[in-house]
């Protein structure tokens, strides 16, 4: 990887997939010049799921959140392009689709706060944690 770049962790989720988006979804990460470096379509346990999302195992919602993610397929990606991990955050848009702005992901295809079509790393740190998570073993160059 060169110097100035940078990797991300993304997931087109479960709402997404259900509804034929990836490929849509695809169209704008590239557009948006991103490389996509890896990418997988497997369906979480719930044990996965839990692990993925700890930080808000306290949250009201963590239980329909894991519901959610392990109800079908998704699609684990790396992403990678300058500045990755705070440009797909922009190219997502806001948690809640209400508050995503025009031209962003969640803004187009996710339905509500809970099902909000894709997820991204919210630091280079946590991107790491995150691609270590569910590519360990695999070489991401
Ligand atoms: P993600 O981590 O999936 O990229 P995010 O970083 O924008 O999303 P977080 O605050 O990390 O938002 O929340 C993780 C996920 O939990 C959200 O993407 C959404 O699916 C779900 N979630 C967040 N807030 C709510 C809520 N108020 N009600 C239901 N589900 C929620
Ligand atoms: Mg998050």
């Known amino acids: 990887m060169k110097e100035f770049m940078q990797q991300t962790f993304a997931i087109i989720k479960p709402d997404a997939v259900a ?54 397929p998704c699609v684990l990606m790396c992403l990678e392009r300058e500045d990755a991990v705070a440009k797909w955050r922009e190219t997502m848009g806001a948690t809640n689709p209400a508050n995503a702005a025009e031209g962003t992901i969640r803004k187009h295809f996710a339905e509500s706060v809970g099902r909000n079509c894709v997820h991204g790393s919210d630091s280079a740190e946590n991107a790491a944690i995150e691609l270590a998570y569910f590519f360990a073993g695999s070489s991401l160059s």
């Open 19 to 72: 509804k034929n988006q990836i490929g849509d979804i695809l169209a704008v990460t590239e557009a948006a010049g991103f490389k996509i470096r890896a990418l997988r379509l497997t369906q979480m346990t719930r044990k996965q799921a839990e692990g993925f999302y700890g930080v808000h195992r306290e949250r009201p919602f963590f239980g329909e959140l894991v519901e959610f993610m392990t109800e079908g």
